[in-house]
């Protein structure tokens, strides 16, 4: 009897993290010294989905000093792939001061998840402050939410952490040959509470999942984050955390995390002994935690 693991099989279009930045847009232009800077160079190797409403896709033209909330803006200069084109690789340019004509050449890869959305996986920039864009809409400034011009004005509140839900981590009951782990967690479908998941592999984090970073989008009612086997093998104590703040005000905090139980990423062997001594019946199915 064999136990395979099919380490490649998450799809990063079912498996990834969310950037949730109105500022990247190339619609903002920030003030170098009086505007806050955006620099992603303690973000985490690994594939992402930009999911806000000024749009969700790297610009295929070249960004320029103070657009996307950073002084040395990343685009992509080759185009976006098709959805028959699967994961590709793509040149991302990086505009530090015009030089090479503001590319800076760099290495990413992208998928095209069913014309719906686009994944990319990115990697921490070089330095400070440099960073990813995605969209061309305008957003509102700080302390509104909305695209410009029709603006709404934020609320200032911290969510009160006994109201944060404890989260379970148990498995997909499906006909899959590899095992898919799923982090819920039952919370009213609010609109302006937003969400970060994440999961932990004999201690180690995943890169985290948010949801309902604004204020009722479409992920809001989301209450199932999976993992697969890339991330884990068996024989792992897995995890998953859970924190909340109310997505009403930029400054509002994050409250303190909350842990599942710790689950035995293992198989449960059942034996029953038939008439005869010499057989058996087995039946396997994933630990219980």
């Known amino acids: 009897m064999y136990l395979i693991v099919q380490l490649d099989a998450t799809d990063p279009c079912l498996t990834h993290g969310n950037l949730n930045n109105p500022f990247r847009s190339t619609g ?66 990086i505009n530090f001061n015009d030089l090479n004509n503001g590319c800076l050449p760099m290495g990413i890869k992208v998928k095209n998840c069913n014309d719906s959305f686009y994944v990319y996986r990115l990697v921490p920039t070089l330095g400070c402050p440099m960073a990813y864009c995605a969209g061309t809409k305008k957003p509102c400034p700080r302390g509104h939410s909305g695209l410009f011009p029709n603006c709404t004005v934020l609320i200032k509140k911290d969510f009160p952490f006994a109201k944060v839900p404890v989260p379970t981590v148990s498995y997909l009951n499906d006909a899959e040959p590899q095992v898919t782990l799923k982090c819920s967690f039952d919370f009213p479908t609010w609109g302006n509470v937003s969400f970060e998941v994440q999961w932990f592999v004999n201690g180690r984090g995943v890169i985290p999942t948010r949801i309902c970073d604004n204020l009722n989008e479409s992920t809001c009612n989301r209450r199932e984050f999976q993992l697969g086997t890339r991330d884990y093998k068996p024989g792992d104590s897995v995890r998953c955390d859970i924190q909340a703040r109310y997505n009403t005000h930029p400054d509002n905090k994050w409250t303190k995390k909350l842990s599942s139980h710790l689950f035995f990423a293992g198989i449960e062997v059942n034996c029953e002994q038939l008439q005869s001594v010499f057989y058996f019946t087995f039946s396997i199915s994933p630990s219980r935690g």
């Open 28 to 93: 903002y232009v920030a003030r170098y010294g009086v505007d806050p800077m955006l620099c992603d160079q303690n973000l985490p190797t690994g594939w992402y989905r930009f999911v806000s409403e000024v749009g969700g896709k790297m610009p295929e033209t070249k960004a320029t000093m103070g657009q996307c909330e950073t002084y040395a803006p990343i685009w992509l200069k080759t185009s976006h792939p098709s959805t028959a084109d699967g994961i590709v690789d793509r040149t991302a340019c």
